[in-house]
């Protein structure tokens, strides 16, 4: 009998290593560059270490330590994707960005562990570039079997349009995701994932949530939330509410900034921003501002339980958006571990 065993590198708060668990697969280490996540990690993922260090810093041989002889060893992780994203990289040149050979250290990692199995997930964009390439290219000279898809999460059951590469190696042989669960006649909607939460009001907070708070929003702002419909755009306002650049040929193609979500469609990609109402469309469907940082949560498959702040300790809705919108969604980590456990099981492996 073989026991899977994970490290999880730029774990964040731990919505990977959360949904690989779920899916019955132990992690025993997780690597971060941001200290303030290891209270989140560590609090709901109690059989993990968190380590505080710089992947850069980080020797391949210490983490011989976290893998096992006797267990089918898997190494996985979501390198930072903003030098790959469109947003960042447009009109820009990011390869300069210290955080583009993120996936080259991973390799390094790989190369000093050997894994059995190996995932990796980061935006669709990155698949265009020669550093992807590459890295693919030496996991197969290594003698990993690599597969690689752009995931549609809504067909996993996850309440937000977004779209994600996941890529699987292994070394037993071909190794895939499982197939998606809905289509667009069951997609789970914005509806499904937060029309039960008490009203809020922008700027304000749920006395039994502490999570449950939003930003505030301008005099301006409320104008403009209080005129746009869900599923709309700016063009909904009346011309006098509208920004310049809006007025501007540039402008006039981000119809989702300063919209409403609606409340019959899974939700827009989850960002770092998502509380803001003028980085997309994060207005809630009904009430007068933006996502407040408990839905978000829930839109990223987060559970109720997962504790993101220390007993007592005062909600920062900027740092909580950015580890909530960095995170690998729950559910996609669980059809992550569940593909590699069904794997190993066509292999002979039982993972019991």
């Not at 987060?302 to 300790?313: D, G, Q, T």
């Not at 809705?317 to 066509?346: D, F, M, Q, T, Y």
Request: charged letters at 25%; proline letters at 5%; hydrophobic letters at 35%.
């Amino acid at each position: 009998m073989s026991k899977l065993a994970a490290i999880d590198l730029f774990c964040g708060v731990g919505g990977l290593t959360y949904g690989l668990k779920q899916a019955g697969i132990k992690v025993s280490m997780g690597v971060d560059i941001d200290h303030e996540c290891k209270y989140a990690y560590e609090a709901n993922n109690r059989d993990a270490r968190f380590v505080h260090k710089d992947i850069r810093m980080l020797p391949a041989e210490n983490l011989k330590l976290y893998f096992s002889d006797k267990s089918i060893n898997v190494l996985v992780g979501c390198a930072p994707c903003q030098p790959f994203s469109t947003h960042t990289q447009k009109n820009k040149n990011r390869s300069k960005d210290e955080k583009w050979f993120l996936l080259l250290e991973f390799m390094r990692i790989v190369k000093g562990t050997f894994p059995t199995i190996i995932s990796v997930e980061n935006v669709p964009q990155i698949i265009k570039y020669e550093l992807f390439q590459l890295f693919v290219s030496e996991l197969e000279s290594l003698g990993y079997f690599v597969s690689y898809q752009i995931v549609s999460c809504p067909e996993y059951g996850i309440p937000q349009i977004r779209k994600r590469m996941v890529l699987l190696a292994s070394k037993l042989g071909e190794i895939n995701l499982v197939p998606p669960t809905h289509t667009k006649e069951n997609y789970v909607t914005v509806s499904k994932t937060i029309k039960g939460l008490p009203p809020v009001n922008a700027g304000g907070r749920c006395k039994q949530d502490t999570l449950h708070i939003a930003q505030s929003l301008s005099e301006l702002n409320l104008k403009r939330i209080r005129n746009s419909k869900p599923g709309g755009s700016w063009r909904d306002w009346d011309k006098g509410l509208q920004l310049k650049c809006h007025k501007k040929e540039s402008g006039r193609k981000y119809s989702a900034v300063y919209g409403r979500m609606s409340w019959d469609a899974p939700a827009p990609t989850i960002t770092t921003q998502f509380h803001t109402y003028g980085t997309g469309r994060f207005g809630h469907p009904a009430q007068d501002r933006a996502l407040t940082i408990r839905e978000g949560a829930l839109i990223q498959t987060f559970p109720r339980s997962y504790k993101f702040l220390k007993k007592n300790e005062t909600p920062v809705i900027k740092k909580l958006g950015v580890h909530i919108g960095n995170a690998v969604p729950v559910k996609l980590a669980k059809v992550i571990g569940k593909s590699i456990i069904k794997h190993c099981e066509r292999n002979g492996i039982s993972c019991d």
